[in-house]
Nanobody, 116 residues
């Protein structure tokens, strides 16, 4: 069982930056790690994925602006968000699982609000 806790959310002006962190209670080295977000009235969407080997993938809407990274020794996942837009406003969640579609571990979420 792995518990995930996000931090780093907040209020930022458009064009600004934030760095989200996700701390795990156990080893994540073999896990695929993900950042999701959910805006009010919208479905949860996958923002970024980093494999156990370090390969990354991004939603088109954040490509070139967001960077996902991991530090297995520290049991942490990060999301560096630059050039933020009001449409990036959402609750951001980290999730962990296997290489398939399983996501058994989720954090409680952290709010990101981007003002125009």
């Amino acid at each position: 069982q792995v518990q995930l806790v996000e931090s780093g959310g907040g209020l930022v002006q458009a064009g600004g930056s934030l760095r989200l962190s996700c701390a795990a209670s156990g080893s994540i080295s073999s896990m695929y790690m993900h950042w999701y977000r959910q805006a009010p009235g919208k479905r949860r969407e996958l923002v970024a994925t980093i494999t156990s080997g370090g390969s990354t993938n991004y939603a088109d809407s954040v490509k070139g602006r967001f960077t996902i990274s991991r530090d297995n020794a520290k049991k942490k996942l990060y999301l560096e968000m630059n050039s933020l837009k009001p449409e990036d406003t959402a609750v951001y969640y980290c999730a962990a699982g296997d290489s398939g579609s399983n996501r058994p571990y989720w954090g409680q979420g952290t709010q990101v609000t981007v003002s125009s």
